[in-house]
Structure formats: structure tokens, C-alpha cells
């Protein structure tokens, strides 16, 4: 038992999965309220679209600020990622907009919520192995030849 849960923190806390997952699901809970509460408020179902806008705003800013700090925890080029990462979200945003505008009329606008999660949820996917693999990458020039390899 006690090598499974040491396999398990390896590949856990190595690949960033469970920070990112905490981090990502969290965000998606925050979009969903806050598209949900402008929805039923605010703009009605027809404006389901511009309280999803919001939402998402709302959600990548408060993304980066604790993949920076939590999940990838960077120590430089702040500005510079966060260029980045306004950059690929806007795309990605752009994208994943255009895959929600067209599946909610398709599978059903009362059904909209879950179009939006399972996009976000897609989405996700692909943007853990961009942000872990090039946007917030550290050069390995600052690690200590003694950090096992399982937590670099």
C-alpha cells in the first residue's frame, strides 16, 4: 500500500497534475457560477453568451495568478508569461467560444451549462501540457542537483 500511495505523489506532484486539476476545477466552478448568476439575473437566456464572456474573463485572470504561484510556482518573467498566457487564452478563448456558440443550439440551449463544462473540460486537456511544457517552464539552471528528479 505504501508504494502505491508513493507512485501515486510521484506522478501526482511530478507531472503537476493535481494543482493544475485543483486550480483548473475551481476556475471552471467559478465560470459556471458567474455565467449562471449574470444569466438568471442579468441578461436572461438569450444572453447566456455575454455572461459566459464575462465568466471567462473573470476565470483566466484568476488562473494565472495561481498557476504562477501554485501550480508552476515561477519564480521569473512575470510580465512576460503573462503576455503569453493572455495570448494563448484569447485564442483558446476564441475557440473554445466559437465550440460552445455552436454545440449549445445543437444539443440544446437549456443544456448550455454542460456544454460549457465539457468544452472547458476538453480545453483543459491541451492547455496543461502547453502551460506545463513551454509557458511556464523554468530554465533547470536554478535547481539544485540534489532535488529528485519526481518533483523537478
Not at 89 to 97: D, M
Amino acid at each position: 500500500m505504501h508504494t502505491l500511495i508513493e507512485h501515486a505523489k510521484t506522478i501526482l506532484f511530478r507531472h503537476k497534475y493535481l494543482h493544475f486539476f485543483m486550480t483548473g476545477t475551481s476556475g471552471v466552478v467559478i465560470n459556471l457560477f458567474i455565467t449562471w448568476l449574470l444569466t438568471t439575473l442579468v441578461f436572461g437566456l438569450p444572453g447566456y453568451f455575454k455572461a459566459y464572456i464575462i465568466g471567462t474573463t473573470i476565470n483566466l485572470i484568476y488562473n494565472f495568478a495561481l498557476h504562477t504561484k501554485v501550480t508552476f510556482q515561477t519564480k521569473k518573467r512575470h510580465v512576460r508569461r503573462f503576455v503569453f498566457f493572455v495570448a494563448y487564452s484569447l485564442l483558446f478563448t476564441v475557440i473554445q467560444a466559437y465550440v460552445v456558440r455552436t454545440l449549445t443550439p445543437i444539443i440544446g440551449l437549456h443544456l448550455y451549462l454542460f456544454v460549457i463544462a465539457a468544452t472547458i473540460f476538453v480545453f483543459s486537456c491541451i492547455t496543461f501540457l502547453f502551460f506545463k511544457f513551454f509557458l511556464f517552464r523554468e530554465d533547470n539552471e536554478n535547481k539544485s542537483d540534489d532535488t529528485p528528479q519526481e518533483y523537478t
